[in-house]
Every structure is written in structure tokens, then in C-alpha cells.
């Protein structure tokens, strides 16, 4: 295993098993975004890592605004450090937002096959096969084509 696959892991392994599953309000969600991104960043650091080959993104969707009922989940991707401003401002000017959870990029350049290079994975809010395959999209679509396709 790679350094970067047993930062995963760690990471992994340390998350809450139980969701609490219920709404969370724009702040807590960001709060939580956030929390979970240094983590991740920080064991990175830790391990000897760039902490720039991390990427994070907090998974909403709006299914009681009218004209988005119908968009499985949208992403907001965070900033480097200093546009956290910006995200926090994207964030609270969403209308009625479901927060599904955190979309995690993570880049192992010391992966032997270019498959295993770029893995994403998820962290839920909320449990439930709705709010599941919501995520499983956004996760599914950010694997196709990266941060830079999904919808801001």
C-alpha cells in the first residue's frame, strides 16, 4: 500500500459510523466541510504528503426550489484557504438546501496503475437510499471529470 492509501484508510477509519441523519443548516454543513478537509489535509501533511493533492467538496441538492426539484446533487468545491469567503458566501445564498455530504479527491502519485492515481470517495449527513444515490451521482460524476465539471 501507498502512503496516500493509508492516509485513506486512517481517514476513513476515524469517521463516525453512525449518521445522524437529519438536516443540517448551511453553517453546520460548512462547519463540518471544513473540519473534515483539514483532517484529511493534516494526516496527509503528517504522513510526509503534499496536502494539496486533496480536494474537498460539500454535496447538496435542492429538491423544494422550484426549477432545481429535479438536479440529483450539485457540488460546491472548497477554495484554497484564502477564498474561503466565497465558499461560505455560494453556501448561504443556496434556497432551501439539502446537505448530502463530503465529496473527497484524493491524488496518489505513488500508485503503481494510473486507475488506482485519483480515488474519490464520501462521507454522508444523512442516510437513506434518496439521499445515498445522490451522492453516488455526485461522486460517480466528479470520478468522470474531476472538480472541473461539476456544477458551481
Known sequence: MTKTQVVRRRFMSAL??????????PMEAMART???FDRLRNEMEDAGLNK???????????PRTKGK??????TIVLPKPEGIADFANKVIALDKPLFLGVLF?????????AKYKNRVF?????AGPE??????KARNQQA?????????
Open 16 to 25: 463516525p459510523r453512525k449518521i445522524q441523519n437529519r438536516e443540517l443548516s
Open 34 to 36: 471544513m473540519e473534515l
Open 52 to 62: 494539496n493533492h486533496a480536494y474537498a467538496g460539500l454535496v447538496y441538492c435542492q
Open 69 to 74: 426539484e429535479h438536479v440529483l446533487a450539485e
Open 105 to 113: 479527491h484524493q491524488h496518489d502519485p505513488d500508485a503503481e496503475k
Open 122 to 126: 464520501v462521507w454522508p449527513f444523512m
Open 131 to 136: 439521499a445515498e444515490g445522490r451522492l453516488l
Open 144 to 152: 468522470e471529470g474531476g472538480f472541473k465539471k461539476v456544477t458551481n
